[in-house]
């Protein structure tokens, strides 16, 4: 089966983590090439939309991180697949892969 994976990163997603957490992220990423693979690969920007927000509203409490809470509002609201291994995130009904 032939599927194409359209993966994209918003500055938000580093953006709301902890300083040391993004700084630690941002390092790890420059320097293994991740980010130029990603981009490499027809990786776009998904900027945060007002019909994102709206979705994270309607969402349960099955997780409390707000930075996972807009990532599962944001592949529900684009018909995304959520590249996760984080299991919480399962009674939302997003399509997980990881």
Do not use: C
């Amino acid at each position: 089966m032939n599927a194409e994976i359209k993966i994209q990163i918003t500055a938000e997603m580093i953006a709301d983590r902890p300083l040391l957490e993004s700084v630690l992220m941002a390092r790890t990423l420059a320097s293994d090439g991740f980010a130029s693979t990603l981009v490499g690969a027809g990786a776009t920007a998904l900027p945060v939309t007002i019909a994102h927000a709206e979705a994270v509203e309607l969402l349960g409490w099955h997780h409390r991180d707000p930075f996972d809470r807009m990532l599962v509002a944001q592949a529900s609201v684009e018909h995304a697949v959520l590249i996760s291994n984080d299991q919480a995130l399962l009674p939302y009904g997003v399509q997980l892969v990881w």
